[in-house]
């Protein structure tokens, strides 16, 4: 049985995870949403990786592809540049404020800082995991005093 060329996905993929520290075993053993977040692909792809894994034939042609991405990196290693775009250039948040408001200016919104899982909200904004907590329950503290501020029987006089 032949088989079938990477698509350009799989090779895109086997790319980024040449230049990433962790390389296959995070792509075949992470969090699929971990993994399709931080290596910036769709969970599809992920999937596609992690069948060709499950054969002989599919390993192999992955890490073929694997080894020449590698090669290509060793013979023109990315410049500070180059790895500045790659991740955006911008400082990731400082605080648990800072968080908040970016996830405020974000695509994903508050909600997502709020409500996806804690690992995923970490690696989309290149934070440490105990700052998506503290900004959690700053966010809710906020939401608190909002709806405290609101209640007109509070600052009645008896």
Do not use: W
Not at 22 to 47: K, M, N, Q, Y
Not at 104 to 123: D, K, M, S, W
């Amino acid at each position: 049985m032949a088989l079938k060329p990477l698509t350009p996905e799989l090779l895109d993929l086997m790319r980024k995870v040449a230049a990433y520290p962790h390389g296959l075993g995070f792509l075949r053993e992470g969090d699929l949403r971990c993994v399709a977040v931080t290596l910036r692909v769709h969970p599809f792809v992920i999937d596609e990786a992690r069948d060709c894994l499950q054969t002989p034939e599919g390993r192999a042609l992955l890490v073929r592809e694997l080894r020449r991405a590698r090669s290509r990196i060793r013979r023109e290693p990315p410049t500070t540049e180059s790895l500045q775009a790659a991740t955006d250039s911008k400082q990731p948040p400082a605080d648990a404020e800072e968080l908040i408001r970016l996830a405020r200016t974000h695509a994903y919104g508050l909600r997502f800082l709020l409500q996806a899982p804690f690992e995923t909200v970490a690696i989309t904004f290149g934070v440490h995991p105990s700052l998506v907590f503290e900004a959690r329950e700053l966010a809710r503290e906020h939401t608190v005093q909002r709806r405290g501020s609101r209640n007109p029987d509070r600052d009645r006089p008896a």
